[in-house]
């Protein structure tokens, strides 16, 4: 098993920054792609950014060039820094973990976002 803890979020006025954090813990060994989810009512949700254990990032069209992935692979932890925020970011932000190939999945809690005008 693979546990998600996230902490970070909050409130925050147009044009502030807020950075999430999430770390996994259990068997992370074979831990590929680590990310980020937001998701609001009525909506799917929807990726923003990704980072494989490599290095490699992938990002919403919606938060390119505001927002920013990264991770510590020997903390097992990973991290979005959020700047520019507006308020269509408010949403419930979900921190993602998948195994290699996808094989196995896993969600963090859900940590609430939300940027007043």
């Known amino acids: 098993q693979v546990q998600l803890v996230q902490s970070g979020g909050g409130l925050v006025q147009a044009g502030g920054s807020l950075r999430l954090s999430c770390a996994a813990s259990?068997?992370?060994?074979?831990?590929?792609?680590m990310g980020w989810y937001r998701q609001t009512p009525g909506k799917q949700r929807e990726l923003v950014a990704t980072i494989s254990r490599g290095g490699s990032t992938n990002y919403a069209d919606s938060v390119k060039d505001r927002f920013t992935i990264s991770r510590d692979n020997r903390e097992n932890t990973v991290l979005l820094q959020m700047n520019s925020l507006k308020p269509e970011d408010t949403a419930v932000y979900y921190c993602n973990a998948e195994t290699y190939f996808a094989t196995s999945r896993y969600w963090g809690q859900g940590t609430q976002v939300t940027v007043s005008s």
């Open positions: 259990g068997n992370t060994l074979r831990l590929n792609a």
